[in-house]
């Protein structure tokens, strides 16, 4: 077995990769305070094909130094738009007919490896703010609402993990 | 549905996470280079119930203040040890019994999706730098290689990312 090359790797170019079909699934950033964070979620959009990122609220934007820093140049191959309201964002992609999953703990959750994902849907995955999680208003407006169980005593993962984990787990069932 | 205040979350205090049996699973970090990723190793193990950190090479042990800010102080719940060198760490990891699987893109890798894991086995799962992966002996001595399927432009999830993706798929295997 042997570690592949970076030309072995199977790599789109940034051209390829703006005619590729996209999975029918975008994230919402909740006034994100960490730029690793916005970056990371650029990188792993990039991997998965995600259709696009919503950056709300406080969450900062490209072109920026300490998010290239860690989307390394996935930035510029994911859609993106800002938008200053998640509440109002949220209400026009649900009138476009998305289906709207907030991320976070409550009480009546779907652990995220018992939701089920229809692929004929198109989603959008909402991620809140490092401390706060996703805002009351945003929350309240979601169709649904799923959670990475946690048995530790924290409760917190990264916000960059947190996205790692449910985009990879929708991405692999939209892939079936 | 309501969000869960930080009470309600059923967080274990330090002394009944001691206490709580962890699952048969370790990470080895390779020589990582960023103090956030090492943090955020500590944030993830502590949410999945991981047995151990191992800390190898060049990567940064706590207390620190840099791999504190990210871990919020689970470096104080998850057990870990420092190894100056990878390689033998993993050839004494081996003749203790356990499987030792390399996380790398690699020519006969196994889509992470399709490893099978057995829960009766006490696995390690090797993470590698930032720059370079998995270093070759590391490698060499691995029973199995598994793979985060990529599909755009970079293929180069960010570290912490790719360790929630497939400690939560391991994770997932050993609590079903």
Redesign the interface.
Known sequence: ????KLE???????E??KE?TKISLSIVLDNIRSM?NVG?SF??S????IEKIYLCGITATPPHREIHK?A???QD?VSWEHHADTAELIKSLKAEGKTIVAV??????TMI?EFIVDPSQSYVLVFGNEVE??S?QA?NLSDF?VE???????????V??????VL?EFV?KY?K
């Open positions: 077995m042997k570690k592949l072995e790797l199977g790599r789109l170019t940034p390829e990769y590729k690793h990371a990188r792993t990039d991997a998965f094909l860690t390394l140049g996935a191959t976070e703990q409550a009480d009546k959750s490896d999680g996703v009351e929350f609402c990475i169980p946690q048995f530790g005593t924290k409760h917190s993962l990264n960059s993990v947190s996205m790692g984990i990879w692999k892939n």
